[in-house]
């Protein structure tokens, strides 16, 4: 659920209650370094930094981040650094350590399980994360936005502390030139750990949207498949393209059509545990997925504008009037994504959905997790994101045409939470909210004479037997 929607109080709750909490593992470093600087003022992030097992790192993260009370107002978060090819050791601790936090504080306190997300598509943070996940003992990883392959080898191979890598995309790569991330948990934890011979390895969950992709993980993923999250268009994020020529809506959607159904029956043949996704935010969905033979379903939008969510309060309130009112929508947004995936974004005023607010925003790309690697003339990488200055993208190599429309999701996303940049105009970044179709039905998880629900309440419904029709 895009950036630190769906942290760790929010997981928390939900595996207390019984049921998968899952955190979202996208933009953690920066969830932590402006956590800090903001002041921590409950003392969470640095209660679990100092349960960081590894000496040392979480000392260096405090003195490069904390500050006493918080930043003044209007004054500019700290950047952290932009993730590449090969980070430098502060990168490294911090990506491992956000991690750790994320998972160590969601877990804390209960026997439940909790899982983190993360997105295929944004590859070079993705093993230090592992790595910090799966030291705090997270139980799940789940993965879309791609062909997570590599994935399942990875946890069998950091479960016994061995070295692994990670091929990375590389626009303009010659045939036969591969390109790699590596990380190797030994010479991270440089002997801190003398005792300490191996990690539980998580169940992984590939977050698909067809059958097709789902036997292609079965049948050659580097490791063992754990089951699937199946995953509709009507999901909020970012949804996969329809399949074959992209057509678009009178209203400049894309179309998605029978193709786009998945074969259920081949899922099921699998043999593995799935779970279905996208609309599935209603009492009886449960029941229906369980006839057609999933394991449960996967809940996002309604969990989302619930209490113990990390969205603003202002703007859980604003959507969940407009969901009383029957006025709110989403748009699937074909350009908005700078990885070129169709992304939900809802319609409010005064964020980044407005057409003049988007206009009225400077290109800028200082947070670089969605940026795309390419090879230079050299033979050596370089970095470019569409939704940096066209100018700056045209130079590296980039088609203008691709840089049409995209937002910076990184900036409008950490905004959506409280985390939004100060910039030196005096201006501050807008709200980039992303939520399903289901969004539209919010307000029936609002207890009679209530403003807000909580987690408990949205369970409490989902969990609701259906009636059958009578015959």
């Not at 895009?2 to 979202?24: D, F, I, M």
């Not at 490069?64 to 980070?87: C, Q």
């Not at 590389?170 to 003398?194: I, M, Y």
């Not at 609701?464 to 009578?470: C, D, G, K, L, N």
């Amino acid at each position: 659920m895009g950036v630190a929607v769906s942290g760790w109080k929010l997981a928390r709750r939900v595996s207390e209650l019984g049921q998968l909490g899952v955190v979202s593992g996208t933009g953690l470093p920066i969830v932590l370094a402006r956590g800090l600087q903001s002041g921590d003022a409950t003392g969470q992030l640095r209660h679990a930094l100092q349960q960081f097992p590894i000496a040392g790192v979480a000392q260096r993260i405090l003195d490069r981040y904390f500050i006493e009370g918080g930043k003044a107002s209007g004054a500019a978060f700290k950047l952290s650094p932009m993730p590449t090819l090969e980070p430098g050791v502060d990168l490294l601790e911090l990506m491992v350590a956000a991690n750790y936090v994320e998972v160590f504080l969601a877990k804390e306190g209960h026997a439940g399980v909790v899982g983190i997300n993360y997105l295929e598509k944004m590859q070079l943070p993705t093993l230090p994360s592992l790595f910090g996940a799966m030291l705090a003992g997270v139980d799940y990883i789940l993965m879309g936005a791609g062909i997570p392959r590599a994935i399942p080898g990875i946890l069998d191979a950091f479960s016994r502390l061995e070295p692994a890598k990670l091929k990375i995309d590389v626009a303009g790569a010659l045939p036969g030139e591969e390109f790699f991330n590596q990380f190797d948990p030994r010479k991270f934890c440089a002997g801190a750990l003398p005792g300490l011979t191996g990690l539980a390895r998580p169940k992984f969950l590939g977050i698909v949207a067809s059958a097709t992709l789902a036997m292609t993980l079965a049948k050659k993923a580097s490791g063992p498949m754990d089951g699937f999250v199946v995953e509709g268009p009507l999901a909020g994020g970012h949804n996969a393209p329809p399949r074959g020529a992209l057509q678009l809506s009178a209203t400049g959607e894309p179309v998605y059509g029978e193709r786009d159904v998945v074969d259920l029956e081949k899922i099921r043949e699998l043999g593995l545990p799935f779970w279905l996704a996208g609309s599935c935010g209603q009492a009886g969905k449960l029941d229906e997925a369980l006839r057609l033979g999933a394991a449960g379903i996967q809940v996002g939008t309604a969990f989302a504008f619930c209490d113990e969510s990390g969205l603003q309060p202002e703007l859980k309130r604003r959507a969940i009037e407009l969901s009383r009112a029957g006025q709110a929508k989403v748009f699937t947004d074909p350009l908005a994504s700078p990885t070129g995936f169709p992304f939900k974004v809802m319609q409010m005023d005064g964020t980044l959905s407005e057409a003049e607010e988007y206009a009225g925003r400077e290109r800028i790309c200082d947070l670089g997790y969605l940026r795309q690697v390419y090879r230079q003339a050299d033979g050596t990488v370089g970095y470019r994101c569409a939704g940096e200055p066209e100018d700056d993208f045209a130079r590296k190599g980039g088609v203008l045409s691709e840089a049409e429309g995209r937002k910076c999701l990184c900036n409008g996303l950490l905004a959506n939470v409280g985390l939004g940049q100060e910039r030196s105009d005096g201006s501050a970044e807008l709200a980039l909210l992303t939520a399903g179709d289901e969004v539209a039905n919010i307000a029936q998880f609002l207890p009679p004479g209530k403003d807000s629900y909580s987690a408990a309440d949205v369970i409490q419904r989902l969990l609701a037997v259906t009636p059958s029709p009578v015959a």
